[in-house]
């Protein structure tokens, strides 16, 4: 039974993908959840050998493979989710979590390192259905990087849910909606990990649901239609120029044909003051 809701864990963010390939515009909205199901098939895929495992070594390459998805899928559908609200974070808080991820994710590959951080694995077969289970004896460390998770996607949640009622075509209170229940899945995921620790894990499978949610939309032209991508298009594509600031002159940022006039725009980081020239153009 594990090892059908495994297999079609894997085959939802598989055909996801595919449709993600396929489209001819690219978003950063869309390209940031391509990279979370590619993610997601990773970390499915992974869960997969390892319940069929039958060694301990093979156990806990599977679950290293595993792991690999889980931090992939849980940092670009964080980023997802911003890049569709159009909220944006400071780069070098993006950077942090990107290098605090693969710092986790070496430690993890390491035998020694993991227990002392991670906690100890402990494996057996399941008496009844045959499949590899694992115990994981949650360290603080383990602990602090799942409440940390669990935080974000519930803000995300609340969030999604206000913007849900301000919304006033039906059709994207729709896929806000289906945005809203894609967060509430991975969370409860999240949450039985925490308090419930149980021998399957069961965030594999319900991270492809929150995907199946998002593709549904994505399918019916709904989240990533021509409203997605056309408005990315005008602003780079348009002659005059345009250069977006906070209420302090900080650069957010910039089209094509202002950083043709003003090359320093080029490089110019989140937050950074413009020059006097900008503020009156």
Known sequence: MAGIFQVA???IPFAGMIALVKRKQQSESSMNLLLATVGCLIMNSGYLLFIISDNHNSALTSLKMEYLGNALFYFFFVRFLMAYQKIKLPNFIVHIWGI???GILG???HDTLRESLFGKFVFSLHPRFHYMT???EQ???YMIRYCALSFVLAAGLLY???MMFQKKIMSEKQNQARLVGAQFVILVSLMIQIMVNPAMDV???CSSLSILSVVISMITDGFFGVKDWGYDWIFEEMEDVYIAVDSLYGFLDANISAKVVFPE???KKDGAAVSEEIKYI
Do not use: A, D, K, N
Request: include cysteine; charged fraction near 10%; glycine fraction near 8%.
């Open 160 to 162: 999604g849910t206000f």
């Open 107 to 109: 430690i993890y590959w």
């Open 139 to 141: 360290s603080t460390f």
């Open 134 to 136: 694992v115990q994981i």
């Open 9 to 11: 864990g894997i085959l």
């Open 265 to 267: 725009l080029e490089h």
């Open 203 to 205: 965030v594999p499978v």
């Open 100 to 102: 605090f991820e693969c």
